[in-house]
Structure formats: structure tokens, C-alpha cells
């Protein structure tokens, strides 16, 4: 029998990915099918203060940071979640104007998420190429056009987006990101 595994959005959390690129072996899938909304929502500025402590507001927390070493613990906290850790020193967000602040947050932001697109498909490629399972990745309504060519860039996974495709033989899937505006 033809075993599909569908799950949807992930929002920019590593281990979501994780696991869903897993699940194909776990629960003895052909195909595992991510129906969208792979790419998460926000940007965690870690922020440099002058007396070396390093200043994050996550998940309604202010934290501060006196150690380095509890940094990389805590971007991979943030990581894990969905969000996109940037370190940041003060003097140089104090700096920025609303223009620029904006500027930088979209241009960082777009920049840190085809980063984590990247990684995952090499993880992808890596847990996949072997393993028999197929893949299918359909980007949604959250996600930025760019990551659409570097899905296509990948070994293992294919992109369903805005195609008719053939699964096992017996079903067809049409896939698009698009959707109605919401509230």
C-alpha cells in the first residue's frame, strides 16, 4: 500500500523540519508532502550592550544575557521555535532611523530565511538521498517567492507548487501558495 505523510506549517522551526523529514521512516511513508507555510514569522534581535551583556526580549521574557556562552544556547532556542536569532549591537540599532530600522529588519529578515531554507534542504538531502521516500514541499501563503527557486536547487525534494502531479499512481495533487486575503 501507497503511505502519504502530510504536514503543514512549520514556520521556521527547526525541529519541526526535522521531524518532518523523519517521518517519512517513522511512519513507513512513500511520500512526505509539507504543505506550506515552511518559512517563519519573525526576527529575534540579540542586542550587544556596552557592559557585555547581550539584552533578548523572547516569548513575552527580557533576558539578559551575561555569559557568551549562553548566546548560541539560546539562538538555537529561538531557531528551534521558529524564529530568526540576528545579533545586533546597541549603538548600532540605536542608530537607525525608522526608515532604516524597517530597511534593515526586511532586508535581514528575507536574508536570514532563504539561510534556513538552505540548510534544511542540505539536511534534507542528506536524510533523503537514500532513504526511498519522496518529497514534495508546496510553499504557502506565509512564504517569500525567492524560496521557490531554492527549493528546486534541491536533490530530494521536488516542488509541488503550482503543478499537477502524479502520487502513487493512483491520486493526482495540485498545489498553490496563493490565498484570499484575511482579516
Known amino acids: 500500500m ?52 547581550c539584552t533578548v526580549d523572547f516569548q513575552d521574557n527580557r533576558m539578559v544575557l551575561k555569559k557568551p556562552e549562553e548566546i548560541p544556547k539560546l539562538e538555537k532556542r529561538i531557531s528551534d521555535r521558529g524564529y530568526y536569532p540576528i545579533r545586533i549591537e ?3 540599532l540605536e542608530g537607525f532611523s525608522p526608515e532604516k530600522a524597517s530597511e534593515w529588519s526586511n532586508e535581514t529578515f528575507g536574508k536570514l530565511m532563504i539561510e534556513r531554507v538552505r540548510s534544511w534542504l542540505k539536511y534534507a538531502d542528506q536524510k533523503l538521498k537514500s532513504s526511498g521516500v519522496g518529497c514534495y514541499v508546496c510553499p504557502g501563503n506565509d512564504d517569500v517567492f525567492n524560496i521557490d527557486e531554492i527549493i528546486r536547487e534541491s536533490e530530494s525534494i521536488s516542488s509541488a507548487e503550482s503543478r499537477v502531479l502524479e502520487i502513487g499512481g493512483a491520486y493526482e495533487m495540485v498545489s498553490t501558495g496563493w490565498s484570499t486575503p484575511t482579516p
Not at 9 to 17: L, T
Open 90 to 92: 546597541r549603538s548600532l
Open 2 to 53: 501507497f503511505r502519504i505523510f502530510f504536514a503543514t506549517d512549520v514556520h521556521g522551526s527547526d525541529i519541526c523540519w526535522k521531524k518532518f523529514i523523519a517521518a517519512g521512516d517513522f511512519y513507513k511513508a512513500n511520500l512526505i508532502i509539507l504543505g506550506g507555510d515552511m518559512t517563519g514569522k519573525a526576527l529575534v534581535p540579540l542586542i550587544g550592550e556596552k557592559d557585555g551583556t
